[in-house]
């Protein structure tokens, strides 16, 4: 029996513009199945005897993660918040001080939620040779058999052999060059670090206490002054951004004798870039990997994805396509490693494309931009059955509602009505209102917004049933 913690706080960057600030690429359905990269990491599990699992995330993603765990049908022992990232290592600290403040020295497995794996079936075996040596006290990482000189990846040189697919770890490497890429590829001695562990709890944080105990008590002071409630578990802010910036590989594993690495070759991707995703997609005849409404003439080695309108290709050879409804990445597969360069212009240039898409979604429901342009802005807004806005204001907008399916109860000032199919109301600039759905089907309104600034950050938040902080959408 294990408990797997599943990181799911990262940007994935360079996935856009299908990833984005606001809804990174665990949350993303990248290959039409479906399931989001998280969601896959959780069912991949099935057939394993384990408990629930142990999410950690970022604050702004903790409605996405009760969203998409309640898609799943999966109910995790805890969600812990990180108010900032401070890399892995605090991170898995966090979550083994949350299991043994729960009475479980259990074993832990941590898994990144946007990894992808062609062979499950490997993976579990993998996870099957870890689990006695993680038992017996060891901190066990996971190696993959590598399958070309790749220099995006750190390697792990294998020392003595433990059993079949265990070895003690001789050294870890840093990213290569191409040159000791292909040396450590011929030499059959190194393996793609996966950054993926398993250890119990209570060892973890006992090596932790030795190689960085500046960490770890940062970890432990964050969580003893931070809040809990049945969903959530939150450390305090200014406690926890103490913690130095270090990942579990420098703080622990490069130090601890008590390390061993198990191989495997399932079939891993950590999805890093457009090219990794196409090598890991099924692909067609002319070697293509396509999504959505596309049509290819003479295209070849490429991946195209449509995700709001038809895209046709013509006499492409080994390029990236990727639509969306605000923006759209045409580049050279071989140069899919180069969008964080489109990334870090965006978000210089402050532009909307950078953080979030036209699609939103809100723990209350999701909106979509219709249209916007000077001084106006037009919303397709989807409230949820029972749920409701928050009570808030804004000092540079006003707003025009009108129902397109549903019912609505809205507050406006001192007044409250219920609206109705064909019905509309006027929100002025300034004046408190909320809008909620006492309905048992989803409620569609139309909102058209017209001001000076019409920024999601204009929102003065009075009473938020879902415990958002001021400001925030």
């Excluded at 960490?215 to 969903?231: E, F, I, R, V, Y």
């Excluded at 399916?405 to 109301?425: F, M, P, R, W």
Aim: hydrophobic residues 35%; contains cysteine.
């Amino acid at each position: 029996m294990f408990t797997p913690v599943i990181m799911a706080g990262g940007s994935g960057s360079r996935l856009w513009p299908l990833s984005r600030q606001s809804s990174p690429k665990q949350f993303l359905d990248l290959d039409g199945s479906g399931s989001s990269l998280l969601q896959q990491t959780l069912t991949r599990l099935n057939g394993l005897d384990h408990a629930a699992p142990v999410i950690v995330s970022n604050d702004s993603y903790r409605f996405l993660v009760a969203e998409q765990l309640r898609q799943a049908d999966v109910t995790s022992l805890a969600t812990v918040l990180e108010p900032c990232s401070r890399n892995t290592a605090p991170a898995i600290a966090l979550a083994a001080l949350s299991l043994l403040q729960q009475g479980g020295d259990t074993v832990m497995l941590v898994l990144a939620s946007d990894h992808q794996f062609t062979r499950p079936h490997e993976l579990h075996q993998a996870i099957m040779q870890g689990l006695p040596l993680a038992e017996q006290g060891k901190l066990v990482t996971f190696g993959i058999t590598p399958t070309r000189a790749e220099t995006g990846y750190g390697y792990i040189k294998t020392g003595a052999s433990l059993s079949d697919s265990a070895f003690r770890i001789a050294e870890f490497a840093e990213k290569p060059d191409a040159a000791t890429a292909q040396a450590f590829l011929e030499g059959g001695q190194h393996l793609w670090n996966s950054g993926m562990f398993m250890f119990r709890a209570s060892i973890y944080l006992q090596e932790l206490e030795q190689h960085d105990p500046e960490m770890l008590n940062h970890c432990k002071a964050a969580l003893a002054s931070g809040t809990q409630d049945p969903d959530f578990i939150r450390p305090d802010t200014e406690l926890f951004s103490l913690c130095p910036d270090n990942s579990i590989d420098y703080a622990v594993m490069e130090k601890t004798d008590n390390a061993c690495v198990v191989a495997m070759d399932a079939g891993w991707s950590d999805i890093g870039s457009w090219q990794s995703l196409w090598d890991v997609s099924e692909r067609d005849q002319d070697n293509n990997v396509t999504l959505g409404d596309t049509y290819l003439h003479e295209t070849r080695n490429s991946l195209v994805q449509a995700h709001h309108r038809h895209v046709a290709t013509i006499g492409l050879d080994n390029h990236i396509v990727v639509e969306t409804k605000d923006a759209v990445l045409v580049a050279q597969k071989d140069d899919s490693q180069k969008v964080k360069e489109v990334v870090q212009y965006l978000k210089a240039n402050q532009r909307s494309e950078y953080s979030n898409h036209s699609h939103t979604v809100r723990p209350w429901g999701d909106f979509d931009t219709i249209d916007e342009g000077h001084r106006y802005q037009v919303k397709r807004i989807t409230v949820q059955p029972g749920q409701q806005l928050s009570l808030q204001l804004h000092y540079h907008r006003a707003e025009h509602w009108i129902v397109v399916s549903g019912t609505a109860l809205v507050v406006c000032g001192d007044e409250e009505k219920i609206l109705t199919e064909n019905q509309s109301t006027y929100i002025p600039v300034g004046e408190k209102h909320r809008l909620s759905n006492p309905g048992k089907v989803p409620l569609e309104v139309i909102e058209v917004q017209s001001g000076n600034y019409l920024g999601e950050d204009d929102i003065v938040r009075f009473t938020d049933v879902y415990g958002r902080c001021p400001g925030k959408a």
